[in-house]
């Protein structure tokens, strides 16, 4: 249960820390709506997260890194991920063009990478270290180390781990993000249970068509319409997430997971600073 609060309680100050953050900006009279300001902002947040991360979890990362560095062929199984990171984002790319050309949708971009290019472009060096450093270890460590403490079932984790990694990237509800890893720590719940097949199947689809009846109500209540573009882009994170918990769940060392990622990240910021 402790695992379990560790990881709510990081995730939620991950989703949320913005808030006070930005209150305390504004009250010291700096100017918040000033895109230099936005992106000292979520340099700050960042670095909170990661401080916060690293502390809660500091015995098994130093204990990872340790045994990370002594691998001798450490660099070939990087290399190996990596690869393999570029194919599952390849066939996701192609799922999402097919599901684009379906519903008649123009891929230009989603909106959370037009804002990074937007930040990075006023202020690289900043954004540059937040993305390809800073995110990377505190994104891996919550969404792999901690919700694969916090959530006994690998297979609950390997699923959840991609879909909130994905919708917290396209997805800005609070409601949505608040419910996601209580979802996840439920559904893991139910299969905890001692109890038949259909108990258990029959639990969790009436927990997700309660959960999607909800969002849909709440969804209608705000006159809230459905991105289709975002949620497309979304199924890209939602696979790369999916991979790195996979990857997480093969080495049981949060490094093989963090470095591919800033590897990642690190590619990706050139492409949208040059391109």
Sequence with gaps: ??????????????????????????????????????????????????LVSFIVYRKEVIKDFKEFVKTKKVFSEIVKIYICVLVVNISASI???????????????????????????RAPILMAMGIVLIGPFYEEVIMRLGLEKGIKNKKVFAVFSGLIFGIIHVVDSIFILTMLPLIGLLIDYIFSLNKSKLFTTTCIITV?????????????????????KEAIYSISYIAMGGYFALMYLKYKNIFYTIVPHMIVNTIATIFLFFI
């Design 1 to 50: 249960m402790k695992d379990k609060y560790k990881f709510v309680g990081l995730f939620y100050l991950w989703m949320f820390i913005g808030i006070p953050i930005s209150l305390i900006w504004k009250f010291l009279g700096m100017n918040t709506d000033s895109t230099l300001s936005k992106v000292i902002i979520n340099v700050l947040c960042e670095s909170l997260i990661f």
């Design 95 to 121: 799922i999402m063009n097919g599901l684009a050309d379906i519903v008649n949708v123009n891929l230009t971009g989603s909106d959370n990478n037009n804002l990074v290019q937007k930040y990075l472009l």
């Design 208 to 228: 997700l068509s309660l959960v999607s009846v909800s969002i849909v109500v709440y969804l209608s209540y705000l006159n809230i319409s459905v991105d289709i």
